[in-house]
Structure formats: C-alpha cells, structure tokens
C-alpha cells in the first residue's frame, strides 16, 4: 500500500515539475513581448513629451491631448507593473522549487535491496521517507506554481490591455499632429 501512495506524490510531484519547465519555457516569448511594449512605449511618451507639437497639434482641442498624454502616461505604469510581473514569475519565485534527493534514495535503495532488507523497518522508514519528501515537494512546488502562473496571467492581461492603448494612443497622436518620423 505505501508504494502505491509514494507512487502518487511521485506523479504528483513529476507533474509539478513539468508544469515548471511549461512555465519555464514561456520566457523568450514574454521577453520578446515586453521589449516590444518597452520600446513602443518610450518611443510613443517621448513623441508626445518631449518633441514640439505642429500647429495642428495646437488646434485640436485640448482634451484630445489631455486624453492621450493621461493615456501615454497609464501605459508607462503598466509597463512598470508587466516588469514587475514578468520578474515575479521567471525569476524571484523560481529560486524556491524543492528538489528530490534522488542520490540519498538510490543509496537507500540500494542498501535495502543488497542487505535483502524487504519487508523490514528500514523498507518500511524509506517509503515513509519517501512519501514525506514528495509530498512536501509536490505541495511547495504547486504553491510556486500557482504563483508564477498568476504572475504570467497577470503578465498577459497588462500586456494585452496596454498594447491597445497604445494603438488608440498613437491613433490619437496622428490625429493631433504628432508623427514618429523621428526615429527612422
């Protein structure tokens, strides 16, 4: 019966490990996505900020640029909040996942199976051994799971939400006046 039961925190704890390299996977195209936030960001805010207006810019009315300057200036805290987001999920939580101490079970298996130990205490400490250990691995690996997966949700929705700001922000921004000419 206690194989069977380490067998399960087994799978568990394998799933778990799994779900980890999904999530760890995930990396290159959310970096690929938040330097394209970055950059679209910081070219759209210096546009508008730092660059002189056109004489259409001044004609249109004044809360069309109100609207588009409170825009540009929600998408750079949204990108701070994707920064802090992205760095919650692929790197200040990672650092907590629990391992298995597979060489300690090895030699204790080992040990078992060349003394013909089965069926004694000491068979009967390692499946307590090894059911304890990838419980609490399994259990502290789903709980950092489920944080970076809330952190890359998170992630998805800030990203998503701000890059449709910033398309109505740069629709707005033409319309006034403004161009991005300067960075080619």
């Known amino acids: 019966m206690k194989k069977e039961i380490v067998s399960i925190y087994e799978n568990i704890y394998n799933q778990e490990i799994n779900w980890k390299n999904n999530l760890d996977n995930k990396f290159a195209s959310r970096l690929t996505l938040m330097l394209a936030l970055i950059t679209a960001t910081f070219i759209l805010f210096t546009t508008i900020f730092f660059q002189k207006e056109d004489n259409r810019a ?4 004044n809360s069309i640029v109100l609207l588009y300057k409170a825009l540009s200036v929600i998408t750079v805290v949204f990108v701070i909040c994707i920064l802090f987001s992205f760095h919650k999920c692929f790197f200040r939580t990672k650092l907590n996942y629990r391992v298995m101490p597979t060489l300690d ?3 204790f298996h080992f040990y078992i199976y060349s003394n013909n130990l089965l069926g004694t205490n000491d068979e009967n400490d390692l499946y307590n051994y090894l059911n304890d250990s990838y419980q609490f ?3 502290t ?3 950092i799971n489920i944080k970076r997966e809330k952190a890359l ?16 922000v740069y629709i707005l921004m033409t319309y006034c006046g403004y161009s991005i000419n300067w960075i080619f």
Do not use: W
Not at 58 to 61: D, G, K, L, R, S
Not at 153 to 167: C, G, K, P, W
């Open 58 to 61: 001044i004609e249109n009315a």
């Open 137 to 139: 691995c399994a259990y």
């Open 105 to 107: 079970i090895r030699i």
């Open 153 to 168: 949700l998170v992630f998805d929705n800030l990203s998503s939400i701000t890059f449709v700001i910033l398309i109505i």
């Open 141 to 143: 690996n789903s709980e």
